[in-house]
Structures are given as structure tokens and as C-alpha cells.
């Protein structure tokens, strides 16, 4: 079975502004080999892009 992560966010100030997806390691291009601290870095940036992408902020 592959593994998954869970990506969410739920603005404190903005009502109705959030959202909430489920990748598989697969999905996102991440090795179910890497060590585990690469795979913490590599989640943390793509959330980042992620969020940043759903915000759309312009």
C-alpha cells in the first residue's frame, strides 16, 4: 500500500477559507526510500507551494 499524506489549512481570520487534500507519495515524487528527515523537508516545501496555491493570493 502506498503511503500517503494528508495537506490542510483553515484561515483563523477568513471564514470559509480553507481546504484539505490527500497525495500519495507517488503523487507528489517522493521516494518511499528516502530517509526520513528528506522526506520531512520535501514535504514541508511542497505544503508550502501547496498552500500558497490555494491561498491565490494576488
Request: charged content about 30%; proline content about 0%; overall charge negative.
Amino acid at each position: 500500500m502506498s503511503k500517503t499524506v494528508t495537506f490542510s489549512f483553515k484561515s483563523t481570520k477568513y471564514e470559509g477559507t480553507e481546504s484539505k487534500e490527500t497525495f500519495t507519495f507517488e503523487n507528489l515524487g517522493i521516494a518511499e526510500d528516502m530517509d526520513v528527515k528528506s522526506i520531512k523537508v520535501e514535504i514541508e516545501r511542497i505544503f508550502q507551494a501547496w498552500v500558497w496555491d490555494k491561498l491565490n493570493i494576488s
